[in-house]
Structure formats: C-alpha cells, structure tokens
C-alpha cells in the first residue's frame, strides 16, 4: 500500500511506461486514503463497467493533483482519463513552433501507470487557441494547424487510444461557426485536420466532439450528423463522435431519445463516446433532495442509453468532485439566485452522491 501511494504522489517524475494499457485489463492496485470517498475498490465504477465492455472515464487536471485524494480517487474508479485542459493549443504551443507537453506528459504517465485509457482533447478547436493564431492569414493558418496536428499527435503516438482532433466546429443551426478562424478554410479543413492526425498517429482512434447534439431533431444534431456523415463517406479517417452531455436538465433529452440518436449515428459506422457529461443541479426544481434524486435519474439515463448501443464505448465525467468542476469557477458557476450547480459524481469531500449510486447501479444493471 505504501509503496502505491508513494507512486501515486510521485506521478509527475515517474518514468514512462512507453506503452497504452490494454482495453479493460482489469484494475491496478487500488488506494483509500481516509476522505477519499467510502465505495471499496471491489465495485468501484471501473470494476463495476468491466463486464459492460464500457470504460468510465474522468477528465483530469495536473493542478489538482497535489491533494493525493484526487489522483487516488480517480484511479480507484475510472479506466479512462481526458485531460481537461494540458492538451489544448493554449497549453501545448503557446509561441507559434514552441510546443510544451510537460502538463500533457504528467497525465499520460498517470494514466499508464494505472491503466487507464486516455483520450486525447483536443487538436482544432476555437477555444483556448494560443493568440497568434488568430493573427495568421488562410495560407499560415492552414500550416499552422497541420504542424499543430502533427507535432501534438506524434508526441503521444502509440499511448492515445482516441483523439478529439476537431471539437465544437458547427453552431446551433449547425451550419460551420462563425467564430472560429478554422472556417475562413472552409469545411475541409475538418477532413485536414484528421488526415493529419491519422498519419501523425495511425492507431488512433479519430473523434469529432461537440455539445448539444444529444437530442435527436435540432438543427444542430442534424448538422453534426450531415458533417460526419460526408467524412466517412468521403473515407477521411474519423472513426468516432463524441457526445459532450453538457446538458441543462431542464430540456434533457429522455433516455429513449438518446438512445435514438446514438443509433442513429451508429448506423454511419461510428463509434460513440459521451466525452464530458456533468448534470448541474442548479437548473433542477425542487429541494436539495429533490434535485439529488433527479441528478440521479438523470445520470442513469445516461448510461442507460450507452448500454443500450453496442458502439457505444464509454462514459467519461468532466472533473471529478464537485470541488474541480469547470461549473464550480466563478466565470461559470450559477447565475444570481440559482443554487450551486455541484454536477459531478463525488461532493467536495471527495464523498460519493446519490448520482454516483445511480450510476453505479445502473452499470450493475440493477
Ligand atoms: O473544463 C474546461 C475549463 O477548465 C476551461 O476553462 C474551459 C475553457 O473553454 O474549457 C473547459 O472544458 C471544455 C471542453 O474543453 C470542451 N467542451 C466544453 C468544456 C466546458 O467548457
């Protein structure tokens, strides 16, 4: 035990693996330290999902590491890890041709050295890209985005099992959004960006990722679908999409019609993963209890739906306690007179919810 811990708080200088952990290899040793929650490792959510075929992922921050609740929690319980933010442009080549991957490199060792999968986030998106992108012309934005692809993709070749190369291209009518440079190349540089990858990273497996197209007839689904649909038709390498399941539970789409749309999107020859869920309880009527039974329901919905579609492959929860979600910072956390949003699995004290009960169970099928 001593000698786990001692890794688990030493992750960050820790030699390399320099190989993946193989799909549902079964679970490393596993840690409780006093705080870190009460489920035993036994039927911790990994260990649970197993038979499902399913991996439980968590996207991880290296800032919150230092708190050795939180790396031993997540590896208790999760077989997938995002990074939540070492990935990005912002993060990886902050100076046009100077890349830094130390942050991204100190998540890929913690995943390896626990077997967890990892899902690279993200290659091309409008967010969090490093300012000088922005004052490129067409000819040197398009460079730019190939090197950035192929130099961030090599990096990790061979120990990312799946890659969100392009993220959030299509706005709510689903049309290529106006507000990332990226559609000044018009749309093939979507098809760009994951034939770069691809060839930077061949056993990769490709993702879109984008928000808001849970729900089955809106113009955005449609033009996500229209848009992932003429990749693979076109045989550009994409092997998957990725649903964010950032959802106001106000207008959540029922468990049925998630299961429609997944199917839907199936049937193209995709693989689905549900990237970033978080169900914030702000924006649930009622009590405290209330809102907690609810956040529950909702999150079994959730996975039910995965369940229910073979191409589905997994779950991962956007943080791991409601003390590091991205709803809990000021610039996104509720609104005047609106309750906190705490939409994670574990509360503050590292201490499993309801929700996670609910997911749990619903991954034991009971
Ligand atoms: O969780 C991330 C937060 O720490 C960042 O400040 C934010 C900046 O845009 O990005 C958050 O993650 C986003 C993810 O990368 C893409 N989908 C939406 C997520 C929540 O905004």
Avoid at 251 to 272: C, H, I, T, V, Y
Avoid at 306 to 317: D, E, H, Y
Wanted: aromatic share 8%.
């Amino acid at each position: 035990m001593k000698v786990f811990l001692m890794s688990l708080l030493t992750f960050s200088v820790a030699a390399c693996v320099g190989k993946s952990a193989a799909p549902n290899s079964g679970s490393p040793p596993v840690a409780n330290p006093a705080g870190a929650g009460t489920a035993n490792a036994s039927g911790s959510l990994r260990e649970t999902a197993l038979p499902t075929k399913r991996k439980m992922g968590v996207a991880l921050a290296t800032y919150f590491m230092s708190d050795a609740r939180y790396p031993a929690l997540a590896a208790r319980e999760f077989d997938s890890l995002t990074p939540e933010n070492e990935m990005k442009w912002s993060a990886t080549e902050p100076n046009p041709g100077q890349f830094s991957f130390e942050a991204g490199d100190r998540l890929v060792e913690f995943a390896e050295q626990h077997a967890m999968r990892v899902r690279g986030h993200t290659l091309v998106w409008h967010n969090q890209l490093s300012p000088w992108v922005k004052g490129l012309n067409e000819s040197e934005l398009k460079s730019a985005m190939l090197r950035h692809v192929e130099r961030v993709a090599s990096r990790w070749k061979g120990r990312i099992a799946q890659w969100d190369v392009v993220n959030e291209a299509v706005d709510d009518q689903g049309k290529l959004r106006q507000n990332s440079p990226f559609t000044a190349l018009g749309p093939s540089y979507i098809a760009d960006a994951f034939r770069a990858a691809h060839e930077a990273d061949p056993n990769a497996l490709l993702f879109y990722n984008d928000y808001e197209i849970e729900a089955y007839d809106s113009p955005k689904t449609r033009g996500a679908y229209e848009l992932v649909k003429d990749l693979k038709e076109s045989g550009v390498p994409i092997h998957g999409i990725g649903f964010q399941m950032h959802v106001d539970p106000r207008g959540w789409p029922s468990a049925d019609e998630m299961q429609k749309n997944l199917e839907r999107f199936a049937k193209l020859g995709l693989l689905l993963e549900l990237t970033e869920i978080d169900v914030p309880l702000g924006e649930i009527p009622g009590d405290a209890e209330r809102k907690l039974a609810r956040q529950s329901e909702l999150a079994r919905g959730v996975v039910h739906a995965c369940l229910a579609v073979p191409a589905c492959t997994g779950l991962t929860f956007w943080g791991l306690t409601d003390k590091h979600s991205w709803l809990s910072t000021p610039e996104w956390g509720p609104k005047k007179g609106r309750g906190p949003h705490l939409p994670l699995l574990f509360d503050e004290s590292y201490q499993p919810k309801p929700v996670y009960h609910g997911v749990l169970a619903e991954l034991a099928g009971r």
